[in-house]
């Protein structure tokens, strides 16, 4: 099942170089709730900046969901200090507030109001809510609450200089994309590892799927929680962060002008389902329009093929103009166990992994193989820990233990360690693959295991509420490492004042905006 990479790992033993100035960078979404653990109804603070403007704090789906931002970084230690130093500087402007620290919301039922974030009057602001308001209608509010942690990833121009033999970002951009596609394939074939180690919402607070139909086999604990025994991550399942009417898009990643095409013809082709939701009601829009996606980032994928985007420009046409930059891993559970939703140990298995990735071979996949490779996903998903738990190979074939895939996938991964650590004159990428391979031998080592028992022992609220008490009083106390409050003082001020700019720049209505914004 595992791809012979032994070639391109003896390539990279031989060329070390290729692997210095990786780069990354973390996305991390949480919920703001008030002591009794109800999710806030007050606004996104005024003292943290605009959420439109603002480069490190802004908001998700809801006024409640904070998302936090870092630059890119060359180092993990860097990257994940600057992180905490937002969650240090957002716990102080708080007040009596706390984060939330699990993906899966728990005190909200269907019929609490959840207020759209909110962006100012600019036709910019205006056109980002009612987004979110079609979201709501086309899903629900309920799973747009859903958090998680997206991992940005790309690998230095050195590597593509020495592997594809490429000139420069511009005059490579194919084959850098290419090498980006490959990576994207083996995620879909083997990314199930990240919800096998993971995953960390193997349980949900029963209010959740409150008049929602659903076949699983559900326990229920004491406290009211029902959980499936060998969970991963129920936020990736059907109950989760999905979406059903995307999925017969067809979009393949073979190569980058289909995948272009593809999501460019998702945008433009109208849906039955949203019609009958329609674009307005008593004069007020409901979605952006009636298409299978409003916007391209409507499509819901565990991985993403990116490029940073300029003014006014969509996220296709940026990879049209320049080819893939780096690409964004969305597979990721909060870290109930990291103040900020993610460790350094997860941190150098990403890298590790995904530099794999873009190593092994990874044959054309059909529309078909996709769709077949959430089988596995699905297993791990729902039942990962099973013993004695099959992944299908070929579509159905043949099948091979879960456990023997991941120790042979790891012993690929321990090499990559071992260039990586050379590099830096270390050995943490190979204490984090050493601490992780254990998981497959032991499944009570996994995230899921580790938070199933504490959420049997005190309910989702209770652990919840506990974590949440802790973590604030926690960063509250540590003073900022690399951000100073000037910095951020600074920042703040002047994400005002651009949004201001904005809504003083305006020219058009906000109908004529919007036909612009849908090609009209």
């Given at each position: 099942?595992?791809?012979?990479?032994?070639?391109?790992?003896?390539?990279?033993?031989?060329?070390?170089?290729?692997?210095?100035?990786?780069?990354?960078?973390?996305?991390?979404?949480?919920?703001?709730?008030?002591?009794?653990?109800?999710?806030?109804?007050?606004?996104?603070?005024?003292s943290l900046g605009a959420a439109l403007t603002h480069k490190w704090i802004t908001t998700d789906f809801a006024e409640a969901l904070l998302e936090f931002i870092t630059p890119v970084d060359d180092d993990v230690d860097h990257l994940?200090?600057?992180?905490?130093?937002?969650?240090r500087h957002v716990s102080r402007h708080l007040g009596d507030e706390r984060m939330w620290p699990l993906s899966m919301p728990c005190f909200i039922d269907s019929s609490q109001p959840i207020e759209l974030a909110q962006y100012g009057s600019s036709n910019q602001g205006r056109f980002k809510t009612l987004y979110r308001e079609g979201l709501k209608n086309r899903y629900g509010a309920l799973m747009q609450a859903i958090s998680g942690v997206h991992y940005n990833f790309s690998l230095p121009l050195a590597f593509w200089q020495a592997r594809a033999g490429v000139k420069d970002e511009i005059d490579g951009k194919d084959e850098i994309s290419a090498g980006y596609l490959r990576l994207i394939r083996n995620y879909y074939r083997f990314g199930w590892i990240i919800p096998y180690l993971f995953g960390a919402s193997p349980a949900i607070c029963s209010s959740f799927i409150d008049g929602r139909k659903t076949n699983l086999p559900f326990e229920k604990a004491e406290s009211g929680m029902i959980y499936l025994p060998y969970a991963t991550s129920l936020r990736l399942s059907d109950l989760g962060y999905t979406s059903k009417s995307q999925s017969q898009l067809g979009i393949t990643f073979n190569r980058l002008p289909e995948y272009i095409?593809?999501?460019?013809?998702?945008?433009?082709?109208?849906?039955?389902?949203?019609?009958?939701?329609?674009?307005?009601?008593?004069?007020?829009?409901?979605?952006?329009?009636?298409?299978?996606l409003q916007i391209e980032n409507e499509?819901?994928?565990?991985?993403?093929?990116k490029r940073i985007t300029r003014p006014g420009e969509t996220p296709s046409n940026a990879l049209q103009r320049g080819g893939i930059e780096y690409i964004e891993v969305r597979s990721l559970d909060i870290n109930p166990f990291s103040p900020i939703g993610i460790d350094e140990q997860q941190s150098r298995f990403l890298d590790l992994f995904l530099i794999w990735c873009t190593l092994a071979e990874a044959p054309e996949m059909s529309a078909q193989e996709l769709l077949c490779t959430r089988t596995n996903w699905?297993?791990?998903?729902?039942?990962?820990?099973?013993?004695?738990?099959?992944?299908?190979?070929?579509?159905?074939?043949a099948q091979m233990p879960l456990a023997d895939v991941g120790k042979e996938l790891f012993r690929d991964l321990r090499r990559v360690a071992e260039i990586l650590d050379s590099n830096n004159h270390n050995r943490l990428y190979r204490q984090a693959s050493d601490n992780l391979v254990a998981a497959f031998d032991d499944p009570e080592l996994t995230f899921s295991a580790r938070i199933l028992k504490g959420m049997r022992e005190h309910g989702i609220g209770g652990l919840g509420m506990k974590l949440a008490n802790d973590y604030r009083r926690m960063l509250c106390d540590e003073p900022l490492e690399i951000l100073t409050e000037e910095a951020l003082a600074a920042e703040q001020a002047r994400s005002w004042q651009r949004q201001r700019e904005l809504e003083a720049a305006d020219t058009l209505s906000f109908d004529e905006y919007l036909a612009k914004q849908n090609g009209e």
């Open positions: 099942m595992i791809p012979d990479v032994s070639k391109a790992l003896s390539w990279l033993e031989a060329n070390p170089h290729a692997l210095k100035g990786i780069r990354r960078g973390v996305e991390r979404e949480t919920l703001r709730i008030s002591a009794d653990g109800s999710l806030a109804q007050t606004p996104h603070p005024e994940l200090t600057f992180l905490r130093d937002i969650h095409t593809a999501l460019k013809q998702a945008i433009k082709t109208p849906s039955a389902d949203y019609q009958r939701i329609g674009l307005k009601k008593n004069g007020q829009y409901l979605q952006l329009n009636t298409n299978v499509l819901y994928a565990p991985i993403r093929p699905n297993s791990v998903i729902l039942e990962g820990r099973k013993p004695g738990l099959m992944l299908s190979v070929d579509c159905g074939a």
